[in-house]
């Protein structure tokens, strides 16, 4: 066993010996929710009300493809009755987690029942980017709806009633988005992206990705020359209007190709986490908030 692992797996040991009975929102012992990252705990949250506290296990602003886990992340894993993941391989770094974390808790992947995209093909593997979709976070929704009332039975009736509330704001959110996006040309609604995030945005809003810098759908993947040169061609010849990277990418290859080809580079989107305050507090306000930047850079 490699020595980080064995590390690790003693922190476990000691520190699962010394923790405490977990509680809930309100004191009392009961099950601890603990998403993987902050905007599924913000859509857990709203299923969840007022009965439960629902915590992320990454901290705001943290890119998941290239998060490294501690020690303190088995803890608060081994410490959890309930677990909340994407899942679709999008949740790599915790692998060594749960292989390490003791005790028992019910996973929930909010994805589950979902078809991946069908052009994500086996050169990068499967897209879970779903969550960038309001129509498959209905999915989302029901799935930790019906993963919270396994765990706590007496809940029941609140989570069906705070995720029916919350489905609604759902369709909201669509039909807000549908509206901002018909204010953009046809021929404009092109996205040059960092990684591939945006698939199923694109396909739902009728938008046409056309390349972008990492190929895959993680941060941690490189470009070679020939990709950079390949995508600076694609810009040029189609006209896409600009470059569009999340707030914890990298921008440094997204300014190279925007300096070759006069494009602009949005490099503030919050495309895998939540802001600590605004401008994207909620999974609602995320959507909203990257949505009017693109539709402004398009326009």
């Known amino acids: 066993m490699p020595i980080m692992k064995r590390l690790i797996l003693l922190f476990l040991i000691l520190a699962t010996a010394c923790t405490p009975p977990a509680s809930s929102a309100d004191g009392t012992s009961g099950p601890v929710i603990l998403a993987s990252t902050t905007f599924l705990a913000d859509i857990a ?4 009300g007022d009965r439960l506290q629902v915590q992320s296990l ?3 602003g943290i890119d998941p493809h290239s998060y490294q886990a501690t020690p303190a992340d088995v803890t608060r894993i081994a410490k959890s009755t309930v677990l909340i993941v994407n899942g679709l391989g999008y949740e790599q770094f915790m692998q060594t987690l749960l292989e390490n974390a003791g005790g028992q808790r019910l996973v929930i992947e909010a994805s589950a029942g979902l078809s991946p995209r069908k052009d994500a093909g086996l050169e990068h593997g499967v897209d879970p980017h779903m969550w ?5 976070v209905v999915t989302y929704v029901e799935n930790i709806r019906d ?5 706590d039975p007496d809940g029941a009736q609140i989570y069906k009633s705070n995720a029916e ?10 039909g807000w988005i549908v509206e901002q996006v018909n204010t953009i040309p046809a021929e404009r609604r092109l996205l040059v992206t960092n ?3 945006l698939g199923y945005f694109a396909d739902r809003y009728g938008f046409t990705v056309i390349g972008t810098v ?3 759908m993680s941060t941690d993947a490189a470009p070679s020359a020939k990709d950079v040169v390949g995508l600076i061609e694609q810009v040029k010849s189609l006209g896409a209007p600009a470059i569009f990277l999340g707030e914890v ?4 290859l997204a300014q190279q190709i925007a300096d070759e080809t006069g494009v602009k580079v949005v490099n503030d989107l919050y495309l895998e986490s939540l802001t600590d305050g605004p401008p994207a507090p909620t999974y609602i306000e995320m959507m909203k908030y990257d949505v009017t930047q693109i539709v402004e850079a398009l326009k």
Do not use: F, W
């Open 132 to 136: 960038l979709d309001p129509n498959l």
């Open 45 to 48: 949250q709203h299923v969840a």
């Open 58 to 60: 990454l901290p705001v």
């Open 195 to 197: 990684h591939e995030a």
């Open 147 to 151: 993963g919270l009332s396994k765990a």
């Open 165 to 174: 509330r919350y489905i609604a704001q759902m369709k909201d959110l669509d």
């Open 214 to 216: 990492i190929p895959g």
């Open 249 to 252: 990418e990298n921008p440094a």
